[in-house]
């Protein structure tokens, strides 16, 4: 067991020299250069002088969030023995289930490659790459034939694969306890009751209030116990609150403050301040280099991506215009070597191929796609809601990267962490099953297991299934509380809210006709309800 002291060290060293590679490094550097110059700084107090520069210049603040942002996104520090592999997944059989669904997607990937005859990358000719460049901003109007390209694989085929997951250690148990759970997810992990989860979600207590709700209804602001939404009701004071902490960019004083919703006008720079995303020229640049690549070289994913966004996002009403944007984010996605870093804390690996005639010699080993990531069907779907906050492509871009490399990632890989979706189908069907048994065990009867009805709903973090200002509703919340976990108690609150028609129907087919349309649902009286008005 590693004592706090110990993990405290570990983490401050891991953070240390992850942002001594930084830029923000240099940054810190130049300025720290820049301030010896300065008459109010001192030899002989050289040290505190430069540390007060660096406070009242705002590096300080930036250096914070950057500390802050690290503090989210890496997992606690195992103990020093501990081997490489449990940072990324501490049980080895999760770790071995996640290998084999990636030999299988592997191997739906190089099948197809070998169907069509096309090579996994191949250079483009100077004619198509002229081309490309000048359709960039209107890729949408192309209409390549993609009838023989197929998703690699959908949600349903992944969660067949979470169904079969078992651990060997209860297999041969003579008291399999477990069985007691009557859902598809067989595996024992720890998930939270209702109790926990109105703890860990206080500020979603039904008397305080929610932006974005409660502040558009005639509701008295002495109802509410904090001071979120009574300023809420002063009009402009509530911006100027808000915009407070955006120029003081304290993305700690963000994140905490969206837990209760954000004021739709600033949501996107909001979101950017908890993620810690400036845009600053060399991420431009950056992003236009990713761009120059995709401009030079064709990947058979690139097929993938166009065939899942004209199959998803163009037939969606909300985001059918955002077609390009869709296009040059995931292109460039797929391109980005950076977005590789993310697997020392993912249970997944990224996959491998070989330059031609150099098969299982690793030195020509190569990761593809670049980014280590193939999409599958409804992968778009992370980057649609997005397009209404962001309209500056490279922008738009580091969001979306940050959002994936810190969530999307554990909604598609096999893992025993509180926020992916094996825990997250396991607390539905826990959530159902204790709270609305009668629900679950006739659902169950008629062959119609809920979690094949919600599944994709997790998997997707609903997009395309709510409104889109209720899905920014829900992922704000997401964002507020670094976690996943509302994804599955709205995915109850859902059934909950449809459980007398849902009791009525006898088939499979009937229950995911009750719940086809998630349109018209509000998520915030969805949540509050099902938390904090049911009985435990």
């Not at 509302?486 to 719940?515: G, K, P, W, Y």
Request: aromatic share 12%; with cysteine; charged share 20%.
């Amino acid at each position: 067991m590693l004592d706090p002291d110990s993990g405290l060290s570990l983490t401050i060293a891991r953070i240390v020299q992850r942002l001594k590679g930084s830029s923000l490094h240099s940054q810190l550097e130049r300025q720290a250069r820049v301030s010896l110059y300065k008459p109010e700084i001192k030899l002989e107090s050289l040290k505190e002088d430069i540390k007060d520069f660096l406070k009242t210049s705002g590096w300080e603040k930036k250096l914070q969030n950057a500390v802050y942002s690290e503090l989210n996104v890496f997992p606690s520090p195992c103990h020093p023995a501990a081997p490489p592999e449990h940072m990324k997944e501490p049980l080895a059989y999760m770790r071995k289930a996640q290998g084999s669904w990636e030999k299988r997607i592997l191997k739906s990937l190089n099948s197809m490659c070998t169907e069509l005859s096309i090579p996994l990358a191949q250079k483009r000719p100077v004619s198509e790459q002229k081309e490309l460049l000048s359709k960039w901003n209107e890729m949408g109007t192309d209409e390549p034939d993609l009838s023989l390209f197929r998703p690699v694989y959908a949600p349903k085929d992944f969660l067949e694969v979470l169904m079969n997951l078992r651990n060997p250690n209860y297999e041969n148990g003579e008291q399999p306890s477990f069985r007691n759970h009557l859902g598809l997810i067989q595996v024992p992990l720890k998930v939270k009751d209702i109790p926990e989860l109105k703890e860990d979600f206080s500020e979603l207590g039904l008397n305080i209030g929610q932006l974005g709700i409660d502040d558009s209804a005639q509701v008295p602001p002495e109802f509410f116990e904090n001071e979120h939404v009574r300023v809420g009701q002063k009009g402009m004071d509530l911006f100027s609150s808000v915009i407070n902490f955006l120029a003081e960019q304290d993305s700690a004083a963000a994140q905490q403050y969206v837990r209760q919703g954000c004021p739709t006008a600033l949501r996107a720079d909001l979101w950017a301040l908890i993620l810690n995303i400036s845009n600053q020229p060399e991420d431009v640049l950056y992003y236009e280099q990713l761009k120059s690549n995709v401009i030079q070289h064709d990947l058979l994913v690139d097929s993938l991506i166009y065939k899942d966004v004209k199959l998803t996002a163009s037939n969606d009403d909300y985001y059918f215009v955002f077609e390009d944007y869709l296009y040059q984010v995931l292109l460039c996605f797929s391109r980005d070597t950076s977005v590789l870093e993310h697997f020392t804390y993912s249970s997944a690996t990224p996959p491998k191929s070989y330059i031609r005639g150099k098969l299982g010699m690793e030195e020509y080993a190569v990761f593809y796609p670049p980014n280590g990531v193939i999409p599958f069907h409804g992968f778009s779907m992370y980057v649609a809601p997005l397009c209404f906050l962001y309209h500056e492509p490279s922008k738009l871009y580091q969001i979306f990267r940050e959002m994936y490399v810190r969530f999307f990632f554990r909604l598609h890989s096999i893992s025993s962490h509180p926020s992916g979706i094996v825990s997250l189908c396991l607390l539905f069907e826990t959530l159902l099953q204790t709270h609305l048994p009668q629900l679950f065990y006739h659902l169950r009867e008629i062959g119609a297991q809920p979690l094949r009805i919600s599944f994709k709903w997790m998997v997707r973090a609903f997009s395309g299934y709510l409104a889109t200002d209720q899905l920014l509703l829900l992922w704000d919340r997401i964002l507020g509380y670094n976690s996943l976990e509302i994804l599955a108690v709205l995915a109850t609150a859902v059934f909950a809210f449809r459980a007398v028609n849902l009791m009525e129907v006898t088939s499979l087919a009937a229950a995911e006709a009750v719940l086809a349309d998630l349109s018209t649902l509000k998520v915030m009286p969805l949540l509050q309800i099902f938390l904090f008005a049911t009985v435990t």
